[in-house]
């Protein structure tokens, strides 16, 4: 018999599985996360966090403590060059492009932070809302049956095996993913090199020569060297592809080896340096990676699903990858918490791949093509794509979105307002207080009629639906929401857990009420009751 039992374990404490813990407790799952290392590490990883990402951020009290973060050191280091090592002459110098104007779409600008400085205060803010997070804790053995699965937990500080079971497993495990191999899903996709990280501290200011520089494409000591800075002038990251087609290992990285790669790379042979343990509290001198674009051919085995890493692999450039793993946390947790809590059905989980896969193979092909045009010497016309839209403008297609949509006065439907787009911003006025149309979804289901909507109710009943109405406490002053959601100012827009469009109706009225119990009905995987919904 476990030990102990929760609704959802979480199998890693990245930026993925921490934000997975938080979006979990705000629908009030019990979440217990475990995670084997005993800290995050100090390497670099996502430094961008999408304006996407912040409003889920937002939503769950982490935008103020993230803007109040120290920003990250790229902020200021913004040029990206092209030599064959750093203290040589460029063969190209450029900026990373800044992050777009978001005013009128959003509102959350992105933030420029570490990702070493972010998780602290996911982690934090998850256990504030009392997520149980057990760092140092590795995960083994996993076995499923038909109502929930049996975790195998040690204690690797104190040796202490125990058992814990779930009714849902979430592997965000990272790129090798354990639980992923275990299971036995397997990618497509592609292996560009695998890469060794050395982490060094070091004053390159001779080298740097006043250059603002934040990343560096190398040719030495092996072409598709990366130099890349750290979290403060003086600490970077040299990230070294290796062949173990050619008898090269990561065990030939020692510390006298790392050295001798950095001096190669920076030009000095005589550079004063310290290398850098890859994780903290760990022994090894290196971290190990595969510089990769591929996704799960699966999401989803029974129990156990995958968000983030452990689901896709993505090049780092773009910064795309970190905020795609938390998205995909966001649009599964409303999806567990509804089957936990038995307001939907089992299969509203399928939903999940279905809307978060495409997303990941769009994210990964662009990460891919930015980064061969990095390496390869091009204009870099993958960074001159919007790439806002990969948070804000993609559009779902699954069971979880009504598929049949109203007709606008040419027989098409309006662009604006889809089903299955995340739900325009709009700037409103609640409690007499500008706000976005944004922080008025959540945690259920929201139904929005227009100010000249009918007075039809809908049925109350057992799945919760908040029911807002303009001009009753929430104010459309400048009279957009109607344009923005593509209906009239009498027509009702239904918005899932997660922001996104789920339902529009032309019209607010008897029909529309009634179309409202099938569509439920259909996105929760379960027909409700007579009684139909409960106001929130």
Known sequence: ???????????????????????????????????????????????????????????????????????????????????????????????????????????????????????????????????????????????????????????????RRYSVRARYVIAADGHRSPVRRALGIRTRGKRLAHVVNIAFEADLGAALRGRPIGLGYLTRPVPGTLLARLDAADRWVLMVPYDPERGQSPLDFTEEHCAQAVREAVGDDALPLRVLPAVPGGGRAVHTWELASWVAREYRRDRVLLVGDAAHVMPPSGGLGANTGVQDAHNLAWKLAAVLDGSAGDGLLDSYEAERRPVAELTCALSTRLQEERTGGGDEVAARVARIALGLGYQYASDAVWGQDIEGPDGRAPEAGRPGTRAPHVRVERAGRGCSTIDLYGPGFSLVLGPDAGNTEPALGPAPLKVLRLGDGVEDPAGEWSRAHGVGSGGAVLVRPDGFVAWRAASWGPAAAGELRTVLGSLLARPLSPAGFRRE
């Open 1 to 159: 018999m476990s030990e102990e039992n929760v609704p959802v374990l979480i199998v890693g404490g990245g930026i993925v599985g921490l934000s997975a813990a938080v979006f979990l407790r705000g629908h009030g799952v019990p979440v217990l996360l475990a995670e084997r290392h005993p800290g995050p590490s100090m390497l670099a990883k996502a430094r961008v966090l999408s304006p996407r990402t912040m409003e889920l951020y937002r939503a769950h009290g982490l935008e103020g403590p993230l803007r109040a973060a120290p920003p990250s050191v790229f902020l200021e280091a913004t040029d990206v060059i092209r030599a064959s090592t750093l203290a040589a002459p460029e063969d190209y110098r450029g900026s990373r492009p800044p992050g777009g104007a978001v005013s009128g779409i959003s509102p959350c600008p992105p933030v420029l932070v570490e990702q070493s400085t972010a998780e602290p205060l996911v982690r934090a803010r998850a256990e504030e809302l009392g997520a149980d997070v057990r760092f140092h804790t590795e995960v083994g053995e996993i076995v499923q049956d038909a109502d929930g699965a049996d975790v195998m937990l040690t204690d690797r500080g104190s040796g």
